[in-house]
């Protein structure tokens, strides 16, 4: 199973496809919020299942301390985003998560709701 992991910046998304990796997933990041494609997620990886991962900006500037990034750049995210964001298997809002628990909601989804033609949408915040 080919998992694609995209979302905002600091969001936690090479974190996350890293620890799907140490599970013997084929996980990816997709720097999706860099592009105007909104369909790059699709033709980079292909993949079987979507994770989509969202922070605030309060959470973005914490885990980036010397970031520019403003909530403009933050709408300009959520709006190239937008496309990945509606064809996700699973949406996770990263703010008030450890990188553990982001992961453990994964795996839980993963064993619980990825299985061949899956397709389940959740979301947890």
Not at 63 to 77: G, M
Not at 83 to 97: F, G, K, P, S
Not at 104 to 119: D, I, T, V, Y
Request: hydrophobic letters at 35%.
């Amino acid at each position: 199973m080919r998992i694609s992991v995209v979302g905002v910046c600091a969001s936690g998304k090479t974190v996350l496809a890293q620890g799907l990796q140490r599970h013997g997933y084929d996980a990816r990041s997709c720097a999706q919020e860099h592009s105007y494609v909104p369909d790059m997620w699709q033709r980079i990886a292909r993949p079987d299942v979507l994770i989509y991962l969202d922070a605030g900006l309060a959470t973005i500037r914490r885990r980036r301390p010397n970031t520019t990034y403003t909530v403009r750049d933050l709408d300009t995210a959520h709006h190239r985003l937008r496309h990945a964001r509606q064809h996700a298997h699973l949406i996770i809002a990263t703010d008030a998560r450890t990188e553990a628990a982001v992961l453990a909601e994964a795996l839980r989804f993963l064993r619980e709701h990825a299985g061949p033609g899956s397709s389940t949408q959740k979301e947890t915040r």
